[in-house]
């Protein structure tokens, strides 16, 4: 029997027109543009600034914009994930009411949450549900208006994140393209460290929490950032290894859009000079589920059937992991 594997087929993506530059921070927190662009990389993020759309706008615009380029009939669609860190509510699933407003109706859906790990691990239970034979297409999109949980006030976690949205159609393929290898981790113990202290069934939310602050994100940034370097340049070569690829045998590093420096130690770990290291953090700052869709729908035009393309992510969680995948098409 052929082995099945699960390839990506077509990619689409979404972000809003506003920007928020450095700039424009500068008369916001005391920070500079240099101080930002030396740490991070980052000169600019987009911003959703209507207030009566979500992560689910973003969501749906990413799939529209895969669905208009590939023509894909949206009735032909078995299953649509959506790993997002800012749901539209709490409890009703984001994924079910985009899944409806792009015309999947024969689609089950549901949500991810692994924080900026969301996509990485959205491939990982798409490229099972191809396997398995019984469905045939599964769109993945990773989105996050990551403007709804920031204090602005705050500038060790405002300068860093932006809003927008990726989506990729997964199939399957007998010719060894896709999905080939993963690894996948993740440390509890590292949740103090970046995460959003109340409105969950520990700290519900009241009067209290909302003077405080505690429904936006914090970040210990030392400490995330010593576990993203250590941690994901560690499964970029681990996964390099199982695979017995060189950095010759790789065309493209996809890493999580976090921190520069971070991608630039993963990077250094797997031997990849710049030109093989995609990145628009520069552009979008970190747009948490959105990162990796965001990156291929950047350098699509760049892609050729049979490159190999390492993805690399790191989040709140702790949650983190690598994967091997041969692109399917020119």
Known sequence: MTKITAAITAVGAYVPDYRLTNEILETMVDTTDEWITTRTGIKERRILKDKDKGTSYLAIKAAENLLEKSGVDP?????????????????????VYVATKIGAVNA????????????????????????????????LIGADKMSSILDYTDRTTCIIFGDGGGAVLFEPNTEGYGLLDEYLRSDGSGREFLKIDAGGSLLPPSEETVKNKQHYVFQDGKSVFKFAVS???????????????????????????????????????????????????????????ATLPLLLSDYEKELKKGDNLVFAAFGGGFTWGAIYLKWAYN
């Not at 009735?75 to 994924?95: F, H, N, Q, R, W």
């Not at 089950?108 to 996509?119: G, H, K, L, P, R």
Request: charged share 20%.
């Open 231 to 289: 941690n994901m340049a560690d499964v970029a070569a681990r996964i390099m290894e199982r695979n017995n690829l060189t950095h010759s045998d790789v065309q493209w590093l996809v890493p999580h859009q976090a921190n520069k420096r971070i991608i630039d130690a993963t990077a250094n770990r797997m031997g990849l000079e710049p030109s093989k290291v995609m990145m628009n953090i520069q552009r979008y700052g970190n747009t948490t589920s």
């Open 108 to 139: 089950f859906a549901y949500d991810i949450q692994a924080a900026c790990s969301n996509f990485l691990y959205g491939m990982s239970t798409a490229a099972r549900f191809i396997e398995s034979g019984k469905y045939k297409k599964v769109l």
């Open 75 to 95: 009735k032909e669609i078995d299953l649509v994930l959506l790993g997002t860190a800012t749901p539209d509510m709490p409890v009703a699933s984001s994924a």
